[in-house]
Structure formats: structure tokens, C-alpha cells
């Protein structure tokens, strides 16, 4: 089974920073990858995804994120934080072949942001 | 309806008893999915459904756990026999078309259930 890593569990960023969150994937094959946010005691939405048209992927909320397959890492920025942006992160990958519609999750990031 | 639904928000279930968590895909939606989140991890797959049909079920970490969809619309987790270990968030998800292939979900609000 695919699965990810994410490197820390909690990010402090001031307001107007760069927010940077790492996510390494383990695969041999580029797989489907995902980011999430969960804002407290919601579900989950998607703020982008790869699916191997292009390796900078542009999401909602002016999150990007970029595929680098020679370091399996799908790593999530944002130019400047804003307040709204604190939330927990969740980036995800699909299995591969036919059981591709099975997401694996990391164990998330909680980012906070600092007035 | 505009989103997926989930019901209730929260169940507090005395160790022991039996659960039923209900959701209510986005109208249309063929696919189906179940994840356990339990406190401070990611989501974990329980069980996918295509219309009402489980396609898989190995998420699901015990006998004690089962899945219906049996319209093909709104799904049902039942949980026999509850024990600690269950307490989690129990998030729903819906797919318009056969997920995977670079589709993401769209994710209910969970139910939060805590067994005392």
C-alpha cells in the first residue's frame, strides 16, 4: 500500500509568512497525490491535487504545491498566511491500479498563525 | 442535497451497544467511501461502495463493523458491540464518478462518537 509522510506535526507561522508543509510519498510509480485542510470539527476539502499533467499544482486559497519525483515529496506553500489559514493539513495518496480510489493519509500538520 | 450529510454529529454509546452512523451522499454521487480518523491521525479507508455495491470492505478492522448502501444513495455504518477503541470521528465521502484516477472526494463533517 502507498503512504505518506508528513514532517511535523505542528507549524507556527506569523501572520503574512511563508507557510511551508512537507509531505514525502513512498512509491515507485508517481502516484496521485493530495492535499487537504480540516477546519475544527469539519470534514475535509480539497485544496489541490496532482494527477501527472503538470508538476507545480496551483489550489484554492492561493496554496500551491509542487511534484518533485526525485525526492518522493509533494511539499504544500503559501506565500503569505493569513489568519484564516489555520487549520489541520492533510496530505493523501491514492493507491495505485485498480484500488486507486483508496486514499492513505498522513497524520496531518496543525498549522497555527501568529498575529 | 449540496453536500454529504452525516448524522448524527455527535454519539456518546455506553460500551457495549450498538451504533448506526448514517450518511447522506451529494444527489447523483456513485461512489461511496467510509473513514475511521481517530484523535490527532489521519483519516484511515474503512469500506467502499459503487452505487450498492461494497467494493471493498478490507478497511474495516473488525466483524463487529458493517456497511450497507443498500439503494445505492444513503449509506448506513453499524457498529455491534462497541468498545473504546472505536471512539473516532467516522467521516463519510462521496465521489460523482468512480473515485481514484485523480478525483478527490467530497467529505461529510464526520460523526464523533465516543464510547464511555
Known amino acids: 500500500a502507498q503512504s505518506v509522510t508528513q514532517l511535523g506535526s505542528h507549524v507556527s507561522v506569523s501572520e503574512g509568512a511563508l507557510v511551508l508543509l512537507r509531505c514525502n510519498y513512498s512509491s515507485s510509480v508517481p502516484p496521485y497525490l493530495f492535499w487537504y485542510v480540516q477546519y475544527p470539527n469539519q470534514g475535509l476539502q480539497l485544496l489541490l491535487k496532482y494527477t501527472s499533467a503538470a508538476t507545480l499544482v496551483k489550489g484554492i486559497n492561493g496554496f500551491e504545491a509542487e511534484f518533485k519525483k526525485s525526492e518522493t515529496s509533494f511539499h504544500l506553500t503559501k506565500p503569505s498566511a493569513h489568519m484564516s489559514d489555520a487549520a489541520e493539513y492533510f496530505c493523501a495518496v491514492s493507491d495505485l491500479g485498480l484500488n486507486d480510489y483508496k486514499l492513505s493519509f498522513g497524520a496531518g500538520t496543525t498549522v497555527t498563525v501568529r498575529a | 442535497g449540496a453536500g454529504v450529510s452525516q448524522s448524527p454529529r455527535y454519539k456518546v454509546a455506553k460500551r457495549g451497544q450498538d451504533v448506526a452512523l448514517r450518511c447522506d451522499p451529494i444527489s447523483g454521487h456513485v461512489s461511496l467511501f467510509w473513514y475511521q480518523q481517530a484523535l490527532g491521525q489521519g483519516p484511515e479507508f474503512l469500506t467502499y461502495f459503487q452505487n450498492e455495491a461494497q467494493l471493498d470492505k478490507s478497511g474495516l478492522p473488525s466483524d463487529r463493523f458493517f456497511a450497507e448502501r443498500p439503494e445505492g444513495s444513503v449509506s448506513t455504518l453499524k457498529i455491534q458491540r462497541t468498545q473504546q477503541e472505536d471512539s473516532a470521528v467516522y467521516l463519510c465521502?462521496?465521489?460523482?464518478?468512480?473515485?481514484?484516477?485523480?478525483?478527490?472526494?467530497?467529505f461529510g463533517s464526520g460523526t464523533r462518537l465516543t464510547v464511555v
Open positions: 465521502a462521496s465521489s460523482l464518478e468512480r473515485a481514484g484516477n485523480g478525483y478527490g472526494y467530497t
